[in-house]
């Protein structure tokens, strides 16, 4: 299984970017995906979680960020509109199967900088 990010960045506080994260290895519908983040020295949050087209988000991104998925090409994205220095972390894309808790497979992760 492997999980490859792209799509990070340098963005202006206001702005957008869209995270990629291609899936190999695995049947893509049945896992869930998600998206986590983390700023060094501070514990990984997770900021979104799809699960056959439900999606919960972390409050802080909560109408700023969707994330989507697409079955025929193994990938799910990150959009990141409107975003805000707090948002510079590492981002991870992270899978597991339907039914269990742990996330078992991840992305080596793609780095967001948002300046002021």
């Known amino acids: 299984v492997q999980l490859l990010e792209s799509g990070g960045g340098l963005v202006q506080a206001g702005g957008s970017l869209r995270l990629s994260c291609a899936a190999s290895g695995l049947t893509f519908s049945t896992y869930d995906w998600a998206w986590f983040r983390q700023v060094l020295g501070e514990e990984r949050k997770r900021v979104g979680l799809?699960?056959?087209?439900?999606?919960g988000y972390l409050d802080s991104v909560k109408g700023r960020f969707t994330i989507s998925g697409d079955n025929a090409n193994k990938s799910v994205y990150l959009q990141m509109n409107n975003v805000k220095p707090e948002d510079t972390a590492i981002y991870y894309c992270?899978?597991?199967?339907?039914?269990?808790?742990?996330?078992?497979?991840w992305g080596q992760g793609t780095q967001v900088t948002v300046s002021s």
């Open positions: 799809w699960r056959r087209g439900t999606v």
């Open positions: 992270a899978a597991r199967p339907t039914g269990l808790t742990n996330f078992d497979y």
